[in-house]
Each structure stands twice: as C-alpha cells, then as structure tokens.
C-alpha cells in the first residue's frame, strides 16, 4: 500500500507539474516525499526489513539529501558559481557584474526551492522519527534522539522563518514522541526519575529563553553548537547500523 500510494503521488505531482506548468518547488517537494515512502516500502519488501530498520535507512538519506537542499537550490534557481581561474588569462573571463534585479529576482527563486526541500526533508524526518520508537528500544531511541537534536541545531541556521520551522517542528515533534515512549516502556518506579529529569530540562529551557534571547553570546557557544551539530550528524551511520543489527552480526563471527 505504501508502494503504491508513493508511486501515485510521485506520478501524479510530475503529471499535474507537467499540466499547470507553475509552482514547480511545491509539486518536486511532493514528489520527493513520495519517493521517500517509495524507498522505505522497497527496503521493507527487498529486504524483509522492519518499519523501524526501513526508517532508519531512509533517515540517513533524507539527511544526505537535506545536506545538499542549499546548493541544489543554488543551481535550480539558475545561479552559477564561475569556475576558478587556472592561469592568468582566465583571470579576465566572467567578471562582468550581475544586473541587481537578475540577481533579486534568482536568489527569491532559491529560497523558495530551500523552502520546499527542506519542508519535504522535514516530513520526512518527522514520519522516519515516529517510525524509530515503534516499538521503543535503545537503539531507535538514540537514533530519534540523536536525529531530533540535528533537526533542532540545523534549523538554527536557517535565514528564512519557513524554511526554520520546517526543521524545528519535526525536531521538537521528535523529542515529544521520544519523551512519550519513553514514558511508557520505562518502569513505573522509575517515572518519578523521569518527570524530575523533564522538570529540570523544562526549568534550564525557560530561564534560557528568558536570558538568552537579546544578550551577545561568547564565541565558545557558537562552536559548541556546531561541534554538537557535527557529532549528531555523523552519529547517525553508527546508530543506523546498530538499529540494523550489523554490530551484532559482526560480534558473531567467528574469525
């Protein structure tokens, strides 16, 4: 069912692109959450994967994909960056300027291609999240966790309000989904543990957004933020592989 219905949506946004001819990000955006259900239903057939391993698997390529949504974007939208000269000749081509309305006009056409890609990278996210704690465990929820705060630093960056929302949304709809599960498949003497520990993040957070917003912050916290950002993202392939099963077939092998 999930085959099919991506297959009819990915076919039905080229066909109705190809018949109204306009908002061309809107319908490429569709068809690219429709082949990403397209992937995880083949991941899930091929392979006799389950939802959860399909989904990690997907995630990984949402997050490959949503890595070049910046430049993709760049050359969508008609914008070319020159080559860089090798010898002193070349050093002449290409530097006549860019008429400032040519130049309005394409970066307009570039964030609206940011705006749908990341938008389709973020349901995307949020679908492959909800998939990673069905059924809750240790390795989907590192996954989920390790993907929400990626979501989250890497919306911070974001010089448009849509293209921020399209990433902070799935990010804090993953921690909530996380917080969730977690309540549920933990123990019931250890949930008192639990909200004291969801107190005192709810705490930090408040008194944070009653400081920090309007303060001139040290650099160390900018490179705090991208170093965590890099951790979370790479995490990703180990944690994918875990939720595979790939470290356990390897510790069984008899070498």
């Given at each position: 069912?999930?085959?099919?219905?991506?297959?009819?949506?990915?076919?039905?946004?080229v066909l109705t692109l190809a018949v109204v001819a306009a908002f061309t990000p809107l319908f490429l955006?569709?068809?690219?959450?429709?082949?990403?259900?397209?992937?995880?239903?083949?991941?899930?057939?091929?392979?006799?994967?389950?939802?959860?391993?399909?989904?990690?698997v997907t995630l990984l390529l949402t997050v490959l994909f949503g890595a070049f949504v910046p430049s993709l974007s760049f050359r969508?939208?008609?914008?070319?960056?020159?080559?860089?000269?090798?010898?002193a000749q070349q050093l002449q081509e290409g530097i006549d300027?860019?008429?400032?309305?040519?130049?309005?006009?394409?970066?307009?056409?570039?964030?609206?291609?940011?705006?749908?890609?990341?938008?389709?990278?973020?349901?995307?996210?949020?679908?492959?999240?909800a998939a990673l704690v069905q059924p809750f465990g240790w390795p989907g929820g590192c996954m989920a966790g390790a993907l929400s705060l990626l979501l989250l630093l890497h919306g911070r960056g974001m010089g448009s309000s849509w293209q921020r929302l399209a990433?902070?949304?799935?990010?804090?709809?993953?921690?909530?989904?996380?917080?969730?599960?977690?309540?549920?498949?933990?123990?019931?003497?250890?949930?008192?543990?639990?909200?004291?520990?969801?107190?005192?993040?709810?705490a930090v957070c408040?008194?944070?957004?009653?400081t920090v917003p309007g303060r001139r912050l040290v650099p160390y916290w900018g490179r705090i933020g991208e170093l965590m950002h890099s951790a979370a993202?790479?995490?990703?392939?180990?944690?994918?592989?875990?939720?595979?099963?790939?470290?356990g077939w390897l510790r069984s092998l008899n070498l």
């Amino acid at each position: 069912r999930l085959l099919a219905a991506s297959a009819s949506a990915a076919g039905g946004a080229v066909l109705t692109l190809a018949v109204v001819a306009a908002f061309t990000p809107l319908f490429l955006a569709i068809a690219a959450v429709a082949t990403g259900g397209a992937v995880t239903s083949l991941l899930l057939i091929l392979f006799d994967l389950t939802v959860q391993e399909a989904a990690s698997v997907t995630l990984l390529l949402t997050v490959l994909f949503g890595a070049f949504v910046p430049s993709l974007s760049f050359r969508l939208s008609g914008m070319r960056t020159p080559p860089l000269p090798t010898n002193a000749q070349q050093l002449q081509e290409g530097i006549d300027p860019h008429g400032s309305n040519e130049v309005a006009v394409r970066t307009v056409i570039a964030d609206g291609w940011m705006t749908a890609l990341f938008a389709a990278t973020g349901l995307l996210c949020a679908a492959g999240l909800a998939a990673l704690v069905q059924p809750f465990g240790w390795p989907g929820g590192c996954m989920a966790g390790a993907l929400s705060l990626l979501l989250l630093l890497h919306g911070r960056g974001m010089g448009s309000s849509w293209q921020r929302l399209a990433l902070l949304v799935p990010g804090v709809l993953g921690v909530a989904v996380l917080v969730i599960r977690a309540g549920h498949a933990v123990s019931p003497s250890a949930l008192p543990a639990l909200v004291v520990v969801l107190f005192a993040v709810a705490a930090v957070c408040t008194i944070a957004s009653w400081t920090v917003p309007g303060r001139r912050l040290v650099p160390y916290w900018g490179r705090i933020g991208e170093l965590m950002h890099s951790a979370a993202a790479i995490s990703l392939l180990p944690l994918a592989l875990w939720i595979l099963g790939v470290f356990g077939w390897l510790r069984s092998l008899n070498l």
